[in-house]
């Protein structure tokens, strides 16, 4: 095989691919990426078996094959290459040439038929979004699914279509996220989980243009994304993802108006008072026409008045900061409606038109002791 291409196109490929390569694995083979000239184009692939990536990079094919090359050594070589043309080469014993410039580099490959290809999908389930509407989603949604492997279906997102709004829901025992868009078309019934692992990923080498389309494909135990030249082929979740309808009231005795930017400034300044792994609660006293947030750690206390517009009853609740801002730092309106019933049930931060809705569990306080 011997191929001529940017050393700009080559990284943003070995880049787009790199995430798909395992941090361990028993299986060598898999530590590589696949460069594949068989059907003139030039492939790159990575695969771990849970999740597989696919893009085609521009550039000239003098003699077609393919070589897998361990992914992290060859990463490092192209990040570390001269701005300008570079040359891959194989012999019959996958020994492999690179070079650019005045650097050449002879480095051992290993023959790509061992190499494990991407699932072979049914494209059956189609639809269709834009890239800007994926990435945003996810970012949206993605700080609320639980890192512990534990309850697997923690680990990834509920993904449901239904005619033409798709809904994208994560939990982590703690707090849940669901957000709701608009699709240009109706769909077919569609409900899956898909790991949080690949949508970080996805998120990552999305654009993110508006007009920039992403095609998504489903199969009982598949999800594919196809856009730009790229194809993104992951396993799904096995399981009945959790029931969280009864767990979205609309009753509320306490709800407040307040100015978005206003009380995540707010919650910012007292997070300063509060260290990695400390579990101190920041307290809201919502009285007629202001709320009190105040907090007090080792570190020392604060306290802050905010203006609200409150209706129903007075009430002092309290919460983990944390998550209280990463709903806030994803919601764009201006001014935000937070419901609430008492100091053990959950706050609802949500739109009239329920696109978004956020709840977060209260932390138990010990009001004397604030």
């Not at 410039?101 to 061992?114: H, L, P, Q």
């Not at 959790?242 to 005795?253: A, C, K, P, T």
């Amino acid at each position: 095989m011997k191929i001529i291409c940017s050393k700009s196109e080559l990284l943003q490929g070995v880049n787009t691919v790199l995430k798909a390569v395992p941090a361990k694995t028993t299986m060598p083979i898999l530590e590589c990426i696949l460069i594949d000239t068989t059907d003139g184009q030039i492939k790159l692939t990575a695969n771990d078996m849970e999740l597989g990536i696919e893009t085609k990079i521009k550039g000239d094919i003098l003699d077609k094959g393919k070589i897998a090359l361990e992914a992290k050594l060859f990463s490092e070589i192209v990040r570390k290459l001269p701005d300008s043309e570079v040359t891959i080469q194989t012999d019959e014993n996958f020994r492999t040439l690179i070079k650019c410039e005045k650097a050449k580099f002879n480095i051992a490959g290993k023959s790509g038929d061992d190499f494990s290809y991407l699932p072979e999908i049914e494209k059956n389930q189609m639809v269709v979004l834009s890239q800007f509407s994926l990435k945003e989603i996810i970012r949206q949604t993605i700080f609320s699914i639980a890192d512990n492997e534990n309850n697997r279906l923690m680990t990834g997102e509920l993904f449901e279509i239904n005619g033409n709004e798709m809904k994208v829901v994560s939990l982590d025992g703690h707090r849940i996220s669901i957000r709701k868009i608009e699709l240009k078309e109706d769909y077919n019934h569609i409900k899956v989980v898909v790991p949080g692992k690949t949508l970080n990923e996805v998120s990552k080498i999305l654009t993110g243009g508006i007009e920039d389309y992403v095609h998504m494909f489903f199969t009982g135990r598949h999800i594919v994304f196809e856009f730009d030249d790229t194809i993104v082929v992951s396993r799904l979740i096995e399981g009945e993802y959790f029931r969280i309808e009864q767990m979205l009231s609309s009753d509320y005795e306490t709800k407040i108006s307040i100015n978005k930017k206003e009380l995540q400034s707010c919650i910012e300044r007292a997070s300063l008072l509060v260290k990695e792994g400390d579990k101190k609660p920041i307290i809201m006293n919502i009285l007629d026409d202001s709320m009190e947030l105040k907090i007090n750690s080792f570190i020392g206390s604060m306290n802050e008045d905010i203006d609200i517009t409150k209706t129903g009853k007075d009430l002092m609740i309290g919460f983990n900061p944390k998550f209280i801002l990463d709903a806030l730092r994803v919601i764009d309106d201006e001014n935000i409606d937070i419901y609430m019933i008492n100091p053990k049930a959950p706050c609802f931060i949500r739109d009239e038109a329920q696109k978004y809705i956020y709840l977060i569990l209260p932390v138990n306080f010990n009001a004397a002791a604030n």
